[in-house]
């Protein structure tokens, strides 16, 4: 059997295909033998008289028929039978009854069964193709991906895998900093994979708390070896998240691990949620101990659980109270999302008549005055508007390094709060 120049090299072709479609070689020989034989059974309505053989290495196929000899009035199917006369012009040495092998060139069927063995080949491929795409990233839901930007669109981010392979991150996954280019690479964990019609459709999410720990497994060794572990994770994406993390063993500081020196661990991680603030607690099993890490860094004076509700009311002293609700309420809220207690904060029953009482926080006043602003003040230590207010105007100039009419217009404001309670 010699190879044929002008055979139709199916073979080479799909050879290519499969390259980049992860399919190998022997699934590949079996498609086409199995495409073959469906398109012959479909023209004779029989495949079980031909042999098959496909050569992978040459990069060619062979098609052998295998029929009866029989005498020429007795001819009846040409597929399965032919002709003593016929044999004869082959080999004289033919007879009745004996089995003739002859191979046949595909290409003499016609152009229409080249044709469908093209598109049924195609198909096939593709379907096996859909199929180890639905079954390699099923396997890998809730692990971390990085795939290349291929398109930004309005509502979801279309992204290709190293074979090529579409993946899409919605909207309602990403993080709100998130800013995406085409042909920049993206991190992401695998949250589902559907199969619907056989078309595979792989969704990612950079906003599930899976995310954010398998960040953390990937940064650091000791809760990849699982020296340490993550017990909770509340977050608000791109704005804040607590962690509670446990060490199995007593030597390791598992908040410091996981912070790592001067921070070099978690700074990657806060870059690649968009500098979304990431606050670190030992986890334990002691409800009252945990509510309070959770509230960290506000001091918590004390406490009353309720355990048939899931409550807590936390009495702190005055100037605790904002540190505990944290900006736009993000602290208090991440705490009870932490420890599974809807958190109620209070200021202490025997403070109340405190003169600190009726002071306000300079971040209520985030609307009027920049935060820049705030934290110059704060960086003096004046967190309060009576603490601005009860400093000399000139040495606040000094102290702040800001404009004249800043610094009035700061008073003005802070001044003008207290005035309309008098009023009230």
């Not at 098609?63 to 597929?79: G, S």
């Not at 003739?100 to 060139?105: A, F, Q, R, S």
């Not at 900093?177 to 993206?186: A, V």
Request: with cysteine.
């Amino acid at each position: 059997m010699t190879r044929r120049r002008n055979e139709i090299n199916l073979i080479d072709t799909f050879a290519e295909f499969k390259e980049s479609k992860n399919i190998d070689r022997t699934t590949l020989v079996n498609i086409i033998e199995e495409t073959f034989r469906n398109v012959i059974n479909k023209m004779f309505g029989s495949d079980e008289n031909y042999d098959i053989i496909v050569n992978p290495e040459e990069g060619d196929f062979e098609i052998w028929r295998n029929r009866e000899v029989v005498n020429d009035d007795k001819l009846e199917d040409k597929n399965l039978q032919i002709s003593l006369l016929e044999a004869q012009k082959i080999d004289p040495d033919y007879k009745v009854g004996e089995e003739i092998t002859d191979e046949v060139h595909f290409e003499q069927f016609g152009r229409r069964a080249i044709l469908s063995l093209r598109q049924a080949l195609a198909s096939k491929i593709l379907e096996i193709q859909k199929d180890n795409i639905y079954n390699k990233y099923k396997e890998r839901i809730g692990q971390v991906v990085s795939a290349e930007i291929y398109q930004v669109w309005k509502k979801e981010v279309l992204l290709l895998d190293e074979d090529g392979n579409e993946l899409i991150l919605p909207k309602s996954e990403q993080i709100p900093g998130d800013f995406f280019r085409k042909n920049e690479n993206c991190r992401a964990v695998i949250i589902k994979v559907d199969n619907l019609n056989n078309n595979p459709k792989i969704l990612l999410s950079r906003t599930s708390n899976l995310f954010l720990q398998r960040l953390f497994e990937l940064d650091v060794p000791e809760i990849h070896d699982g020296l340490i572990t993550i017990k909770r994770i509340a977050r608000i994406p791109g704005e804040r998240a607590k962690i509670a993390v446990e060490s199995y063993d007593d030597r390791i500081d598992p908040v410091g691990a996981c912070v790592g020196v001067k921070g070099s661990r978690i700074h990657g991680i806060v870059r690649e949620l968009c500098n979304e603030n990431i606050d670190i607690v030992n986890y334990t099993t002691n409800t009252q101990l945990f509510i309070q890490r959770a509230l960290n860094p506000a001091k918590i004076s004390s406490m009353k659980i309720n355990e048939e509700d899931k409550k807590v009311d936390v009495f702190l002293n005055p100037e605790e109270v904002s540190m505990a609700i944290g900006k736009n309420g993000l602290n208090i809220k991440l705490a009870s999302m932490l420890t599974g207690y809807t958190i109620d904060v209070y200021r202490n029953p025997d403070e109340a008549d405190d003169p600190i009482f009726d002071d306000i926080y300079l971040e209520e006043f985030s609307d009027e005055i920049d935060k820049w602003i705030i934290d110059i003040l704060k960086g003096i230590g004046c967190n309060t508007a009576k603490d601005v207010l009860a400093v000399d105007r000139n040495e606040l100039i000094e102290k702040t390094d800001l404009e004249e009419g800043t610094i009035d217009f700061i008073l003005n404001v802070l001044k003008l709060e207290f005035e309309e309670d008098d009023e009230e």
